[in-house]
């Protein structure tokens, strides 16, 4: 008599439960090959990420690219959306510390809350899933400490529960020290005797950029590999009607490339106010964004912190459509 067959391919809603943690992802050592391979796939121009020599004397280490560490994050959290439909909010995004090349990222998954959608005819049913994401580095140093929203179906399409939990309120709001908390024994100031070029002083509020040239989205499967992003949706043309999706950190990455040909000294990204995906990405659009300058923030030792409006549109043949608005906070010396 042959064994039953167990289906491999994540939780459904149903299977979750407010306060399971999930703590079984692999691992991930950031190294050379690891942060080329990533720059090759979403390009940058990040000088901290570039330039071994600046880094040492900025933070006295090799820095590694904060897209990097938040798509490896988001990656081994999917041990818990592999069945993702779509990806709600990120609340609370803000870096604790800068891990460097050569450290290990371990990532940890609670369910925090959990809330049914309302039925429509027709529609399989679906829940949200509010998920708390920590990753620590090999020292258990906080590295992030963050919300995000999941959508997730149902195994039975007509299935009820009783989940629902209002999701307004998870998430802690982030004050203007914790921006800043992460940078604050890093040397500014070797940063901007080393570059010419703008500075925060040379930053004028409401700032407006528009990048031109665009920059095509290839290699999306295998940016969710090399970040152990197992999210079907981004693997399995069949795991929805409408084929497989690019991972929303890749049009973020793209988006955060263009931003640094704005914004050539911006030193890193220290936070996300809000991120909104506004409509899907598909392999072989072409992205364009533009850049906006909402607010700066002074720092006691030099240089400032900037509030920043990135809108990304991809363009498809003969039409174009808005994909991404993305508030984020940058450092700048």
């Not at 901290?48 to 990097?68: C, K, N, T």
């Not at 399989?124 to 997730?152: E, I, N, S």
Request: net charge negative.
């Amino acid at each position: 008599m042959s064994a039953p067959v167990e289906v491999v391919g994540g939780p459904f809603f149903e299977d979750l439960r407010v306060g399971q943690l999930i703590a079984s992802a692999p691992a991930l050592t950031l190294s050379d090959g690891l942060a080329a391979t990533h720059r090759a796939i979403v390009g940058d121009r990040l000088r901290l990420a570039l330039d071994l020599e600046l880094s040492r004397r900025v933070l006295d280490g090799e820095f590694a690219h904060p897209a990097l560490v938040w798509d490896v994050a988001n990656g081994q959290s999917t041990l818990v959306t592999q069945r993702v439909i779509a990806n709600l909010f990120y609340r609370g995004f803000v870096f604790k510390r800068f891990p460097s090349i050569g450290d290990t990222l371990y990532t940890t998954t609670e369910v925090i809350a959990l809330r049914q959608n309302r039925p429509r005819a027709g529609r399989p049913a679906t829940g949200l899933a509010a998920l708390r994401v920590r990753t620590k580095d090999q020292h258990q140093r906080a590295v992030l400490d963050y919300w995000r929203c999941a959508m997730l179906p149902l195994r039975d399409p007509q299935g009820l529960t009783d989940h629902q939990t209002n999701l307004d309120e998870i998430g802690a709001s982030v004050d203007d020290h914790a921006l800043s908390a992460s940078i604050e024994n890093w040397n500014l100031g070797a940063f901007r005797e080393s570059l010419s070029g703008d500075h925060f002083a040379d930053l004028t509020t409401g700032a407006r950029w528009e990048i031109a040239g665009g920059d095509v989205v290839s290699s999306a499967p295998e940016l969710a590999r090399l970040t152990l992003n197992i999210a079907a949706a981004h693997h399995d043309a069949a795991s929805s009607v409408s084929g497989r999706l690019v991972y929303g950190g890749h049009t973020i990455g793209i988006a955060m490339a263009q931003a640094t040909r704005a914004l050539p000294n911006l030193v890193t990204v220290v936070a996300w106010h809000s991120c909104d995906h506004l409509a899907p990405v598909r392999e072989g659009d072409t992205l364009r964004s533009s850049l906006e300058l909402e607010r700066v923030q002074e720092l006691k030792g030099g240089g400032g912190l900037v509030h920043l409006h990135s809108r990304v549109s991809a363009d498809r043949g003969d039409t174009g459509e808005d994909v991404l608005d993305w508030r984020f906070v940058g450092a700048m010396a």
